[in-house]
Every structure is written in structure tokens, then in C-alpha cells.
């Protein structure tokens, strides 16, 4: 006896279906998982360093464990608010988020209301905009951070690897002779 079509497509909508919830049963979702390098620090992060994800400019997120050095940390030469009302808790660890161009972390305990209010959705650009609004970009500090490095005093050593050689070689030199006319002996 053949099937009608209304059969056949019963049939085959049947089969779909059990394939399509075997391989869904079968895919197991990822838990997220912080690197492993971050979580062999794990110990410092209960002293004075905290896990920071930073969004970079080009929208990618890296975890990295900074110190905390008077409720600031320094990340490629920037200066970032941390603050204890601007770090949250993740796991039982430290977190702070925060992005390249602002020097502000994404919850701040300070500042207006309606600053708190524009930042329910995260968006980069927008974010970029109210920070260079509020003047808490991070390239200012970077330029004003080079110059004072570029104009410090550099202390001179009264002993460097010429003068070490220069003694090295008149001391060899003051031996080669006393022992050359045997004052030595």
C-alpha cells in the first residue's frame, strides 16, 4: 500500500524532529570560563589586586589582574578609577569593569543620575561620546604621562660600565707592570 503525501510529509516532519531534539539534548552549553592565567593569580586577588575586564577600542574584552595602588590602578600607562563603590563581585573575586578610553569604571558610585541612566545599555561609541563630555578620556592623561617622563630629571650614575672598564684595565695594567719589573716579587 503506498502513504498519501500528507502521510509522507507526517512522517518525515516526525523524523526531523526526533534528530533535531536528539542534537540538541547532546549539545551541552559552555559555562564561561575565566583563562587560566588569571585564575593562578587567584591568591593575589584576596590581597590588593582586583581582576579587571577592560573593553579595548577595537571591542574585545581581556581579563588581567592589576594592583590597586591608592584606590587607582595603572593599565598601559592610564590612570582608572577603583574605588570600592565601583568594584563588583565575581565568584568570591574582585571585579572591575572598565573600557581603554575612560578612566571611569562602567558602575560608577559617583556622578549624576541620569550619567547612571545612560548607561543601562553598554554601547561603545556612546560611551566614548559622554566620556570625552565628562572629560574622563584616557589619551590626555597618556600624552601628559609621556611628557612628564620625557622632561624628568634622569639621575646619573658616578659609576657606569665605562668608567667600571676604564678602573678594570689601569688596575691590569698598574699589575702587568709591577710584575714586569718584579717589584711584585
Partial sequence: MEQSLSNKVDEINKTLSEIYDNETKEKKKKKFKLPLG????????????ILVCMI???????FRVEKIKEDTIMIDEAIY???????????GMPLMIIQEWNTEPTISAEGEEERKK?????NPKDNYDEAEKYGTLTSPLKVILTRM???????TANF???TIMTIILLLGGIWFALDYFQILA
Fill in 149 to 155: 617622563k620625557m622632561e624628568a630629571v634622569k639621575p
Fill in 56 to 62: 579595548k577600542s577595537n571591542k574585545q574584552a581581556q
Fill in 160 to 162: 657606569n660600565a665605562k
Fill in 81 to 91: 578609577d577603583a574605588r570600592s563603590g565601583n568594584i563588583l563581585n565575581y565568584k
Fill in 38 to 49: 588569571i585564575l593562578f593569580q587567584k591568591g593575589k586577588l584576596k590581597k590588593d589586586h
Fill in 118 to 122: 545612560e548607561f543601562k545599555i553598554f
